[in-house]
C-alpha cells in the first residue's frame, strides 16, 4: 500500500500561547523566520506525500493563505528585483496539492483527524501533529513510512523520555522486533511514571490505515467530551498489529513556551547567515 495523503490537525485554540495567539494561529508563529506548520509540511513533501489536508478552525486563515499564491507580492518582488525572496515565497506554494476541512469545535484529536474522513477515503495515509518540530538526516516521516511498508501495518513514532515526564505523554508496551523497530502490545495515555509501561513515548507522527476512521466513529468521548486517538489506537491494535519506530533525530516540542524558545535558539544557531553573530551575542550575555 502506497502512502500518498498527510492530514495535519491545526484546529487547536492554541491557549498556552496566549495572548500571542488571541488573533493569530499558534502554527504561524515563527521559529526564526518560517511558521512552525511550514517545517511540518515541508517534512511531509520531502518524504514523499503529495496531498496534505489541513483541519482548520475558526480563525484559521491566516494557514491557508500562507501556503496560497500570493500575487501582488510575487508582482512586488519580481519589480524590485528581489529575485531570492521571490524564490522563497512561489516555493511554498508550490510544496504539494493542499486542501481544507474544518473542524467546528474543539472535540479532541481523535475527531479532528475524523474530520479528514471524506478527504482520505479508503487509504492509509500519515498524520503530523504540529508541535513536534523535528530535525533529521532523513524526513522522520520518511522513517516511519519504509517500516509501514516492510510491516504492513500502521506505525507510531516514539522516543525515549525520562519516567519524570511520561505522564505528559502517550507511552506504549512493546516487543522489539528489529532494531529501533517494536511491535506495540498496549497503549495507555499519560501514564503515572511508576506505572507507565516503558519509557517510550508516543510523538507527533503516524501512519495509519483506514479502518480507524470507523473506530474513532465510534468512539466515546472522555470526561471532557472529546475524542481521544489513543483510545482508537488501542482498539485498532487488537485487531491488526501495530507498530512503533524510536526514529532518528532531534525532536522540539513547541507546544510549549520553553520548547519553542529553544527551537529558536537551536534553529537560528543552524543557519549560515546568523549563526556566527547569534553565538557571540549569546556568548556575550555572559551565560
Known amino acids: 500500500m502506497i502512502v500518498r ?3 495535519f490537525p491545526a484546529a487547536g485554540l492554541g491557549t498556552r500561547f496566549l495572548p500571542a495567539t488571541k488573533a493569530q494561529p499558534k502554527e504561524m508563529l515563527p521559529l526564526v523566520d518560517k511558521p512552525m506548520i511550514q517545517y511540518v509540511v515541508e517534512e511531509a513533501a520531502a518524504s514523499g506525500l503529495a496531498e ?5 478552525g475558526r480563525g484559521k486563515r491566516a494557514i491557508e493563505d500562507h501556503f496560497d499564491a500570493a500575487f501582488e507580492l510575487e508582482y512586488y518582488l519580481n519589480d524590485r528585483g528581489k529575485v531570492e525572496e521571490l524564490a522563497q515565497i512561489k516555493t511554498i506554494s508550490e ?7 474544518r473542524q467546528k469545535e474543539p472535540l479532541g484529536l481523535g475527531h479532528a483527524i475524523l474530520c479528514a474522513r471524506s478527504l482520505v477515503g479508503d487509504e492509509p495515509f500519515a498524520v503530523f501533529l504540529g508541535d513536534d518540530i523535528i530535525r533529521a538526516a532523513q524526513p522522520c516521516m520518511r522513517q516511519l513510512l519504509q517500516v509501514f511498508e516492510r510491516y504492513a501495518g500502521p506505525v507510531l513514532a516514539v522516543e525515549r523520555v525520562p519516567r519524570e515526564r511520561l505522564s505528559q505523554y502517550g507511552v506504549i508496551q512493546a516487543r522489539q522486533v528489529a532494531g529501533n523497530v517494536y511491535e506495540i502490545l498496549d497503549l495507555v495515555e499519560k501514564p503515572r511514571p511508576h506505572e507507565a509501561p516503558s519509557d517510550l513515548a508516543i510523538i507527533g507522527r503516524y501512519v495509519l490505515t483506514p479502518d480507524v476512521f470507523t473506530i474513532l466513529a465510534d468512539t466515546q468521548p472522555d470526561a ?13 491494535r487488537s485487531r491488526r498489529p501495530m507498530y ?33 553573530d547569534f553565538r557571540a551575542y549569546l556568548k556575550s550575555l555572559g551565560l
Not at 510544496?95 to 476541512?101: C, G, H, I, N
Open 5 to 7: 495523503k498527510a492530514v
Open 52 to 56: 496534505i489536508i489541513i483541519v482548520t
Open 95 to 101: 510544496l504539494a496539492s493542499l486542501s481544507y476541512v
Open 224 to 236: 471532557r467530551g472529546e475524542v481521544q486517538l489513543t483510545d482508537a489506537l488501542r482498539t485498532l
Open 244 to 276: 512503533a519506530l524510536a526514529f532518528e533525530g532531534k525532536r522540539f516540542d513547541t507546544g510549549d513556551k520553553l520548547g519553542f524558545l529553544k527551537a529558536t535558539v537551536e534553529f537560528a544557531l543552524a543557519r549560515p547567515d546568523l549563526a556566527d
